[in-house]
């Protein structure tokens, strides 16, 4: 990618109504006030915004962060500096500049299939959820045929603001193509910017920003993951080990057979070339945050630790990973556990206010406190116990009779067919069935969509039985049975010939829950 292409108002309006109107005290015109005028002064922002693609030169000013400390919680003391997060506020202008840059750099990255396959951080149709989808699946088709497999996750300190700008030059020229005007207009994006803390009326002078991408940018997260592009190759050069990345959130795992613990000396050493690889491009592991599973038999756990060396001071029962608790059997006991406290918690503030709110405004934070809750990542759930779902469903039910202000002892399910809500059981199928709808429709990650396979059978099928998935062979029902590549098919081969045929996400989403809805409420 040599230069960028120029963009017209027409483009302009299109990403003003994408972005988030907040104001920094380094913009000249309160953002409110930039849009309502946005017609007058329309033209000479496309003016200034074709300068800077064409020349490959950022605008000084558009350069200014100014960082607000904002207290992580209530309860912590003001006068400690850790208390803070430091939130950095960029020109509106340069985001809408940064923007224009950002789509064009992203269908090229797309176009070209720069980024990483199983880098999953900011990208369109990835999540953290099918990350986390692709690793448990692996981990239970390890498992179900009979390997023991280690879990490590690695955390970096303070990852975006130790980024050497000269090293990310050097790669998005060399690794990424890109070069000419678009080379030089991100080494004018990276130099010369400055910071300035914001409390009250007060501004610290300005600091130079030396290295790191800028906070509060949409470009850091593509150029961070554009930063760590040799990770993953050098992870894919140590034989059996695979890896998923969100970001800055790192995953590696082996699987192993339960006499062939001599592999792990290849973990050790894939370990040991990301530390030289880290350290070289100024990026930090930090020990102390790092954590390790052993998902094995409880004979064999004391030897897998012996082969870890140092790292088995980091092995844990349980680990958050990308904000789902992972413990060593997978039956996400201790997640679910978590889950129905938090919900709780926050169903208890919310019944104080539902004298003072309206029914709108209740199903709002229903909505926003409990089911998100609910659903997050609930593709995963396949995996867990009947008593947990339990439990889950417990705190559904409170939510739901909540709503509709009816008393502990009513029937539950007329109240959640008033409310059109699916209960857990049939929400988690749900999401499955959608994320493979959106693999066969080539709107999925590549590592999900290849983990199904079409049916193909000896004879001719039936115009009803088309479009069937293959269904992999299974030892264990606890484990392979509720991998994704295994429930998935088994799902979606059980809906009826014309659901499978629907062409768009939107209406196959709608009469899945029309389907899932009659199978739960008759």
């Given at each position: 990618m040599e230069s960028f292409l120029p963009v017209s108002l027409k483009d302009l309006l299109e990403i003003l109504t994408q972005l988030n109107p907040?104001?920094?005290?380094?913009?000249?015109?309160?953002?409110h006030l930039f849009c309502k005028v946005f017609e007058t002064i329309g033209p000479s922002v496309v003016t200034l915004i074709n300068h800077s693609l064409l020349s490959g030169s950022v605008p000084r000013c558009f350069k200014e962060g100014v960082i607000q400390p904002l207290l992580k919680k209530p309860n912590l003391?003001?006068?400690?500096?850790?208390?803070?997060?430091?939130i950095s506020k960029l020109p509106f202008i340069s985001k809408i500049l940064e923007k224009v840059?950002?789509?064009?750099?992203?269908k090229a990255l797309e176009k070209h299939n720069i980024l990483d396959k199983f880098q999953s951080g900011f990208r369109k149709l990835h999540s953290t959820e099918t990350a986390l989808l692709k690793v448990?699946?692996?981990?239970?088709?390890?498992?179900d045929r009979g390997d023991c497999s280690v879990l490590v996750l690695l955390d970096l300190s303070s990852a975006f603001d130790t980024v050497d700008h000269q090293i990310l030059i050097h790669h998005l020229n060399r690794m990424v193509g890109i070069s000419g005007s678009v080379l030089k207009w991100f080494t004018s994006f990276l130099e010369d910017r400055t910071l300035l803390v914001s409390v009250g009326n007060f501004r610290s002078d300005a600091a130079?920003?030396?290295?790191?991408?800028?906070?509060?940018?949409?470009?850091?997260p593509l150029l961070f993951s554009l930063y760590i592009l040799p990770l993953g190759r050098i992870i894919s050069g140590f034989k059996n080990i695979s890896y998923h990345l969100y970001a800055d959130d790192i995953q590696l795992y082996i699987s192993f057979k339960p006499w062939e613990l001599d592999k792990l000396s290849t973990l050790m050493d894939c370990l040991k070339e990301i530390n030289l690889w880290m350290t070289s491009n100024f990026l930090q592991l930090n020990a102390d945050k790092t954590e390790c599973l052993i998902l094995a038999p409880e004979n064999i756990?004391?030897?897998?630790?012996?082969?870890?060396?140092?790292?088995s001071s980091s092995i844990k029962a349980t680990a958050r990973n990308l904000g789902i608790i992972f413990d060593q059997s997978l039956s996400f006991d201790a997640h679910i556990k978590s889950v129905t406290r938090s919900c709780f918690f926050h169903l208890r503030n919310i019944a104080k206010l539902r004298t003072i709110v309206s029914t709108t405004e209740l199903e709002m934070l229903v909505h926003t406190?409990?089911?998100?809750?609910?659903?997050?990542?609930?593709?995963?759930?396949?995996?867990?116990?009947?008593?947990?779902?339990?439990?889950?469903q417990a705190v559904q039910n409170a939510a739901a009779r909540l709503l509709t202000h009816s008393n502990k002892f009513s029937h539950?399910?007329?109240?959640?067919?008033?409310?059109?809500?699916?209960?857990?059981?049939?929400?988690?199928?749900?999401?499955?069935?959608?994320?493979?709808?959106?693999?066969?429709?080539?709107?999925?990650p590549t590592y999900i969509s290849e983990l199904l396979q079409p049916y193909s059978p000896k004879r001719t099928l039936r115009s009803t039985d088309s479009g069937l998935l293959s269904i992999p062979r299974t030892r264990l029902k606890t484990k392979g049975d509720h991998a994704f590549q295994t429930l998935a098919p088994i799902l979606w081969n059980g809906l009826p010939s014309p659901l499978r045929t629907i062409d768009t996400v939107a209406s196959f989403k709608k009469q899945l829950k029309t389907h899932l809805f009659r199978q739960a409420f008759g």
């Open positions: 907040s104001t920094s005290s380094a913009d000249v015109l309160p953002t003391d003001p006068t400690l500096q850790s208390s803070f997060r430091p840059i950002w789509l064009q750099v992203k448990t699946n692996d981990l239970l088709m390890a498992a130079k920003f030396l290295c790191g991408v800028p906070q509060g940018s949409v470009l850091s756990k004391p030897q897998i630790s012996q082969h870890l060396g140092a790292f406190f409990i089911s998100s809750r609910l659903d997050y990542c609930n593709a995963l759930f396949s995996c867990v116990s009947k008593a947990s779902l339990n439990r889950l539950i399910t007329p109240i959640l067919k008033s409310l059109h809500w699916l209960p857990v059981g049939y929400r988690y199928k749900f999401k499955i069935l959608t994320f493979t709808f959106m693999s066969l429709q080539g709107e999925a």
